[in-house]
């Protein structure tokens, strides 16, 4: 396993020791101890800047099932590597506010850490593996780890809510995501990334082509918080704010992101793929930033202003995908898109990180997120407040910080919608814009809502939780360094540029990068006075307007009912499906066993005569059928008379001595037949079970002595000689309709070679049939430890009674 590889399972390392140190070592808070690891990645990762630039990838591979082409392949582009530094990084920062946020008395850091940890190495493993089935592995961790983390608080009701709902809707893309890779395999022949890409241009007419690309959208919006699947994320701020500010900032709602820009390459020349990543990132841009201005808690407005931040990055990756319709990549406009993406991908994990951990130390420090009950912080709390003006202003694409540079090219690519001759766009490309402008003014406006009812105006006239100071100097550092890099980033912006930004778009648009066309990034504050300028200062102009008079036309928010929002039709979905299926399990589980076997019988029944008479496979020969000699007629009648004695019996020793006959006399069948291991493994059976029906039978109450007359049940009967029916046709039809050879011969030949052993049936129980005969034990096991659960209840019941 290569140094790569270690990298990335570190943090599921680290997650068996945490419990050690937080039981063991009670004087030094969890989280020093966490720190250490995402620090020393996020290093590590920052030497591969250099190779990725100059090299273009680094690969390392692990053989996990070849075969079947799974194999755990490590691998570093500019993509990739852009994600792990964001995971490290921001991961670094999130571990050093939560030191100071969660207090070592009051919580469970134990395991709060282990789902953490968890959380960083799944994304590590999304992000840096080129096998699919190994991504998804990882995809799925994700959202098990997150289900853990949003549901931290489980005592919360809201918390276990959320928890719930994003599970939920992120396992249901998961799942269909998992779909369209089947369908990429089943095109190709391979679960490599790298070589579906090469393989991308002979997919497009192939009819799985589009089913696979809705499927990894369908996984991609989920986890992204994309429009309607966009409702779980708000839900999901009932976190702690440092699960909040890693996990809904910069990590996890970014892997639908990753997963768009990484199938770019194969998909971005179909139009369905334009249309789709296009519009529901646009339309969850203005739906998102529309529903932030009504909410009234500060996690809630930046968990809406997150789900929006992410259709712009949604949006600017499907306008990118019209440069793969041009050749040359000088005067390509296009791309410009996906260049915007990547910045603002990175400097929307550095303002709402930061406004996260604003929001918690806001909470932190009074008691309450709600707007309502704020105001005045701004003398109290200076520090805080400096952060959160630099945050919002960055998020409001304001001059001089680094949102507002990846918001003018946001504009930018927007405008360049209209020179598109492609897609019809000719018609309907002026709604990109327009739309884009439209959320913009909405995002400003929730922007001065989180500064300026929070930080200033009078201090509400109820008391707060606590008397608000300024938040501890720990509590600061991990916002002050993400605020000093929106200004850095804002200021300097082509540090990122050679660095960054081009290795993560060359990796986007492989193509151009094959071609061996060069491509240069150059991001300026000042472009000019351009379309996009003039879309700014409107965006600030019709902004101001609206957000002081917000309380004038705030009402409109009450024209939607709340019962068709989508949130009730989630709620509404899931207590009618609970209901339906509590109603369907109602209807046939009576609490008779005799109702349940009828239905496994019948479905036995329907099943296997519907096979049979489909592939015409029923068959009454008989002339090649062995004798039947006196014996196997003798021992048969046996089996019948003792059979029927046990359903007749009047005494239960007379039934034990009866199946004993049945299970003894199947023994002589084996013998008879040269079986004689089978013969040994089933007198040892009934002479165990005899023998445990007799240990029993002095335990079992008393045969009641008055006679109960049992009707007679004609389904019963119907069903009974049906099974027999169905069973004798089977057995007779396999023996006359031989489709495949025996494998008797193949194991007569390779069992000393093979396997080394001598007993062909041993060798076929342990080696050739090994997986059946250990989750044969697996249940036995398991049956047993019920067994042993209910003996211990039964017993402890008697004790306390």
């Known amino acids: 396993m290569s140094l790569l590889h270690l990298a990335i399972i570190a943090p599921f390392i680290l997650a068996f020791f945490v419990p050690f140190f937080y039981k063991k070592i009670k004087a030094v808070h969890t989280g020093w101890f966490v720190l250490i690891l995402p620090a020393i990645l996020f290093a590590y990762f920052l030497r591969f800047l250099p190779a990725v630039k100059n090299q273009g990838a680094i690969q390392e591979t692990v053989n996990w099932i070849p075969s079947l082409g799974i194999d755990f392949t490590a691998y570093v582009d500019g993509l990739g590597l852009l994600f792990a530094l964001l995971i490290t990084g ?5 571990v050093l506010y939560s030191i100071f946020y969660l207090s070592k008395a009051k919580e469970n850091l134990g395991s709060f850490y282990v789902y953490l940890l968890m959380f960083m190495g799944a994304m590590l493993g999304v992000v840096l593996s080129d096998n699919l089935i190994v991504l998804y592995t990882f995809w799925e961790l994700t959202s098990f780890s997150s289900f853990l983390l949003i549901g931290y608080w489980y005592h919360r009701e809201r918390s276990r809510y959320g928890a719930q709902k994003s599970m939920l809707i992120t396992v249901f893309g998961g799942l269909a995501m998992l779909g369209g890779f089947l369908l990429l395999y089943f095109m190709t022949g391979s679960f490599s990334i790298r070589e579906i890409i090469s393989q991308a241009g002979d ?23 994309q429009f309607p699947f966009h409702i779980w994320l708000p839900d999901a ?21 990753y997963l768009v820009a990484r199938m ?80 603002h991908l990175i400097n929307h994990a550095t303002f709402k990180g930061s406004l996260f951990m604003v929001a918690g130390i806001v909470d ?40 507002f540079l990846s918001k003018e090219m946001f504009f930018a690519a927007m405008v360049n919608v209209l020179s598109l001759d492609i897609f019809n766009l000719e018609t309907y490309g002026v709604l990109f814009p327009v739309l884009a402008w439209v959320g913009s003014v909405f995002t400003f406006i929730y922007s001065m809502i989180l500064l300026f009812k929070t930080f200033t105006g009078k201090q509400p006239a109820q008391k707060w939780e606590k008397k608000p100071h300024e938040a501890p100097l720990g509590m600061l550092l991990s916002p002050i360094i993400l605020a000093a890099l929106v200004i850095v980033f804002g200021l300097f912006p082509n540090i990122l540029s050679a660095s960054i930004i081009e290795p993560a778009a060359d990796a986007i648009m492989p193509a151009f990068a094959e071609a061996g066309q060069a491509f240069n990034v150059n ?35 009450n024209i939607f009912p709340k019962k068709l929002s989508l949130n009730a039709l989630y709620d509404q979905g899931l207590v009618r499906t609970e209901k339906i299926s509590k109603n369907m399990t109602n209807a046939y589980m009576n609490g008779s066993i005799r109702s349940y076997m009828i239905y496994i019988f019948i479905a036995f029944i329907g099943i296997l005569s519907y096979s049979m008479i489909e592939k015409k496979a029923i068959s009454f020969e008989l002339s090649n059928l062995a004798p039947i000699g006196v014996y196997e007629i003798v021992l048969a009648i046996i089996i019948t008379v003792a059979s029927i004695t046990i359903l007749f019996a009047k005494s239960r020793l007379t039934s034990i001595i009866a199946l004993g006959a049945v299970g003894y006399t199947v023994a002589l069948f084996f013998v008879l037949f040269r079986a004689p291991d089978l013969a040994l493994t089933q007198l040892v059976i009934e002479t165990v079970s005899v023998a445990l029906f007799l240990l029993a039978f002095y335990h079992l109450p008393k045969m009641s002595r008055k006679e109960e007359r049992i009707r007679f049940k004609m389904a019963s009967a119907v069903v009974s000689l049906g099974v027999g029916v169905v069973v004798t046709l089977i057995a007779l039809s396999a023996h006359n309709n031989k489709l495949f050879d025996s494998i008797a011969q193949y194991y007569i030949e390779n069992t000393k070679e093979q396997a080394g052993g001598a007993n062909m049936v041993n060798v076929i129980l342990v080696d050739f049939r090994g997986f059946d005969t250990m989750f044969e034990i697996a249940v036995l096991g398991i049956a047993a430890l019920g067994i042993f659960g ?12």
């Open 90 to 94: 921001i991961g670094s920062l999130v």
């Open 203 to 225: 997919m497009t007419g192939d009819p799985f082509f589009i089913p696979a690309l809705i499927l990894v959208l369908l996984g991609a919006f989920t986890k992204s918080a």
């Open 237 to 257: 701020m009932e976190a702690p704010t440092p699960v909040s500010a890693y996990l809904h900032s910069a990590t996890m709602v970014k892997a639908g992101i």
């Open 264 to 343: 770019s390459p194969v998909f971005a020349e179909e139009g369905t793929w334009f249309w789709l990543v296009s519009i529901f990132g646009i339309i969850t841009l203005v739906w998102a930033s529309f529903n932030a201005v009504k909410q009234t808690d500060l996690k809630a407005i930046l968990a809406f202003s997150t789900v929006s931040q992410l259709g712009l990055i949604m949006s600017l990756l499907g306008i990118g995908a019209a440069a793969l319709h041009y050749t040359q990549l000088n005067d390509n406009i296009y791309m410009a898109a996906t260049v915007a993406a990547v910045f």
């Open 364 to 403: 932190h420090e009074t008691g309450t997120r709600d707007i309502r009950h704020l105001g005045g912080l701004m003398h109290l709390m200076p520090i805080t407040f400096t952060i959160a003006l630099i945050g919002t202003f960055s998020m409001a694409g304001l001059p001089p910080f680094n949102g």
């Open 523 to 557: 991001i300026t504050m000042w472009h000019g006075f351009s379309a996009e300028l003039y879309m700014t200062i409107a965006v600030v102009v019709v902004g101001l307007f609206l957000y002081v008079f917000l309380p004038k036309w705030k009402h409109i928010y």
């Open 790 to 801: 209910m003996i211990k209840l039964r017993l402890s019941r008697r004790q306390d009674g």
